[in-house]
């Protein structure tokens, strides 16, 4: 009789292990997103439906010194992991600075998100090799749905897309997609538009101009009419009147996304169905949104907000400015370049005293 019962009691512990392990595994393996992984997601062109959703300047902005992304992200971690999407694209920016944020990210973030993430990099998330070493490509693509997806990096040449990368973009604009997307960090596509010029405010832009026009925009025209291309950036001053841009030009539809820790931060939800797209905005604070397309070129002309600095802010910029790496890197520099240009003047003055 008691052996029976040591037995039963045996047996329910190693039951009861078995289903708390599987419960755990259940769980914590749903919070292990795979990070710029493509390959997991790459399959050959059906015409299966599906949803993801689309953000950029998760950081907020830069007086976030917490190290994690804008409060408005992580107040919205269960819309971002909703069943309903396939995978998760952050326009860039993601970091405020990726070596010293990257860990913490790791830690406090990507651990709690359960859908693949893409990210698209921007200046803030490029340090050397460091992105490449530590998350994975910055210019990758892969089949899903019926749709071709492309990431591209718009820090590594200023802004052009040259040499590998543009003959990567021209072989996989060739596709037989139904929908090609895009994605970059700098609206790349508005620099050299006449009638974008202003519209973007405080953005990161080309210093000598990029090559979208005479290099990247004759690939998408050469793309089938039938075919839509859908071009998504994450660059957005904190100045900016919404979340959301669009334009379209022919089959080109141009969109912009990005979150400011602000009341008006927002994500795009990107429905794939039957080979039609449609886009959802989604406020990350309650605010009612209106369509995509509302967010155009005139609504964008006539709703930019007065440019306002706030002065009590000043030792705090002047503070974060001061302690960040990248200013004694420049100040390094700088007084290196000084030191040479006087050695240069001594010696060029020796010269001529006994010339």
Request: charged letters at 20%; glycine letters at 8%.
């Amino acid at each position: 009789m008691v052996e029976k019962k040591i037995a039963h009691s045996m047996a329910s512990i190693y039951f009861s292990t078995m289903f708390l392990m599987s419960f755990a595994l259940g769980i914590f393996g749903t919070c292990a997103a795979q990070i710029n992984n493509a390959s997991s997601l790459d399959t050959v062109l059906s015409d299966r439906d599906y949803s993801f959703v689309v953000g950029g300047h998760y950081y907020g902005n830069s007086s976030n010194q917490t190290g994690l992304p804008a409060n408005t992200v992580l107040a919205n971690i269960e819309m971002l992991n909703s069943p309903e999407n396939a995978f998760h694209v952050i326009l860039g920016d993601v970091f405020l600075d990726v070596k010293n944020d990257f860990p913490l990210y790791s830690e406090k973030f990507f651990p709690y998100l359960n859908r693949p993430v893409l990210i698209a990099v921007g200046n803030h998330d490029i340090s050397g090799s460091y992105f490449e070493e530590n998350v994975g490509p910055t210019y990758f693509k892969f089949n899903y749905g019926a749709d071709l997806h492309i990431v591209i990096n718009t820090e590594q040449d200023d802004g052009s897309i040259v040499d590998e990368q543009l003959e990567f973009l021209s072989n996989a604009c060739s596709s037989e997609a139904k929908n090609i997307f895009i994605y970059s960090h700098r609206p790349i596509w508005s620099e050299d538009n006449e009638n974008m010029e202003g519209i973007f405010l405080g953005n990161t832009v080309s210093v000598l101009g990029n090559n979208f026009t005479d290099k990247v925009l004759p690939i998408l025209e050469n793309i089938d009419s039938n075919t839509n291309v859908y071009w998504l950036s994450g660059s957005l001053g904190g100045n900016a009147p919404a979340s959301f841009f669009y334009h379209k030009l022919a089959n080109i539809h141009f969109v912009q996304t990005a979150i400011r820790g602000l009341k008006r931060d927002g994500i795009l939800k990107v429905t794939s169905t039957n080979g039609t797209v449609s886009f959802t905005p989604m406020s990350l604070t309650g605010e009612k949104l209106s369509a995509l397309e509302g967010y155009n070129l005139e609504f964008w002309r006539n709703n930019h907000p007065e440019k306002e600095f706030n002065f009590r802010l000043t030792k705090l910029y002047v503070k974060n400015m001061v302690l960040h790496r990248y200013f004694w890197y420049g100040a390094i520099s700088m007084l290196a370049t000084l030191l040479i240009l006087i050695q240069l003047l001594k010696r060029r003055r020796k010269t001529k005293k006994n010339g």
